[in-house]
């Protein structure tokens, strides 16, 4: 699989786990040279120990602006540079309904997920512009940026304002020379989904949900971190604004057929 992002330097956030840690990766393995952000230092150093040479951890938590600003400040001291910027941490928050939702929950799940996206791409904004334009970022939405559950709200809104900050940030960007685009992952049996899958009843019912997709099945890490790929590579370079699902064909389908 081409991906185009050989040389390019890539800054990729929630890389210790899931689709980060095969975002990682594959960019490596495709020539990159990878910053790997994640605020879990222990499973990020287990996570890189086999990965290969070009990979640079930074323990930093995405919603802290110095943790940022830092990481964005370490990645410059090793490469010179950064291309592109993959802005995927994200939490779901707990699992409750509308009126249990605390505004501290709700706070937090905005942190992480729209803080740590908006932070992250000031700071590749402010970066590209020291090194005179350039360069493209990609967020990671859902395909609950596109419809609604009852027991993760705050999850659903955030992932909703992913897709905001994507049409916002390609605006700004566009007469710069700077792409911001979005991938939306379906079903992938992540630590993230598995919580989720716990909640609500087990691995069954994640098979069971996977099962009702276009393709039959759940996602691959490596099926969403090729999309990021190429959305972060030239080859994609007339695209920006967009969010692209990688979802087994789940947003396509009309829930409400009679
Ligand atoms: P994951 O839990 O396997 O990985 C998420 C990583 O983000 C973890 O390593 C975690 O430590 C890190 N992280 C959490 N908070 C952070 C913070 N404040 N600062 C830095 N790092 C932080 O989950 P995943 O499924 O790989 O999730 C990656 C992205 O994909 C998320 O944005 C998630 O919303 C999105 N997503 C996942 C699915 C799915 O089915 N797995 C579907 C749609 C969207």
Redesign the pocket.
Known sequence: MASGIAGKVVVV??????????AVRLFADEGASVVA????AD??AR?ITDAPPGVLPVA?????ED?VDEYMTRAVRRFGRIDGHFL?????GSFAELPDVTLEEFRHVF???VG?QFLGMRAAFRQFALQEGAGAIVL?????SLAGSSDLLA?HAS?HA?VGLVRAGSVYGGPLGIRVNAV??????????I??ADARGGANDMESRAATTPLRR??A?RE?ATVAAFLLADDSSYVTGQVLSA?GGASAVNTVRP
């Open positions: 956030t929630g890389a210790a786990s899931g689709i980060g840690r095969a952000v994640d605020v879990d499973a990020l996570s930093a938590d995405v919603s802290r943790d995927n941490a994200g939490i779901f942190d992480v997920n740590g990671t939405a859902s395909i609950a999850y992932k992913t939306a992952p379906g079903i992938v049996p992540t630590r993230l989904f919580a989720d759940a996602g890490p969403i979802d």
